[in-house]
């Protein structure tokens, strides 16, 4: 088994535990094997079969952030413009770090923060000029406008599950699709400051 990891926050060695412990209400997350710092509630979970974690245990915040991160890093890869290799590659070189280092699990609070703000760049930079998609009679779940296009600048760039993205513009984003059409989102990133 591996050794206990010191939670980084409170110096306390961390016990392994089950998702059963930190995710009572998710039954499909029982049998997971987790590090947790039952002092201050930061945890980490294991690769799958093992009980080596991911990375160092992380508080609430510092989970939000590895969140965060991969909301704006994987659709570089999930929409098409690089290979996931390639994107891992160009995200090592941005952050100035080794290939083999370059795992969101593994990166601090203020380098996930740096992975929003350089993929958030890129995105903006390749939607850069895009127009909106919005029409009368746009579906959002097929991407296919039945109307007329609003052509308005994009603000926005809605990113599906099936790796699929949409230009809106600031009326015609995210916060006008549908409760149903909202959990086939993958994340929604902005292409201005101040955005979401």
């Given amino acids: 088994m591996t050794p206990s990891p010191t939670c980084p926050y409170c110096g306390h060695p ?3 535990v089950t998702g059963e412990v930190i995710y009572p ?11 947790r710092c039952k002092p201050c509630g930061a945890h980490v979970g294991c690769h799958a ?20 991160a991969h909301a704006a890093f994987d ?8 290979r996931r290799a390639e994107a891992y590659a160009w995200l090592a070189e941005q952050l100035g770090v080794e290939r083999e280092a370059c795992h969101v699990g593994m990166f601090s609070f203020d380098t996930c923060q740096r992975v929003v703000a ?4 890129y995105i903006a930079a390749k939607c850069r000029g895009d127009i909106c998609l919005y029409g009368d009679d746009f579906d959002p779940v097929t991407a296919q406008p039945l109307g007329p296009r609003c052509s308005q600048p994009a603000a926005e760039v809605i990113f599906w599950m ?3 993205f949409s230009p809106c513009c600031a009326e015609h984003g995210f916060t006008i699709l549908t409760p149903e059409t909202r959990l086939l989102v993958f994340s929604v990133q902005p292409l201005t400051e101040g955005g979401r």
């Fill in 75 to 82: 659709p570089l890869w999930r929409a098409g413009w690089m």
């Fill in 49 to 68: 079969g093992t009980t080596t974690p991911f990375g160092p245990l992380a508080n609430a915040s510092h989970r939000e952030a590895k969140i965060q």
């Fill in 118 to 121: 350089v993929c958030r760049a």
């Fill in 25 to 35: 209400l998710r039954p499909d997350l029982a049998n997971k094997r987790l590090w």
């Fill in 162 to 164: 099936d790796g699929r």
């Fill in 14 to 16: 961390a016990e392994l």
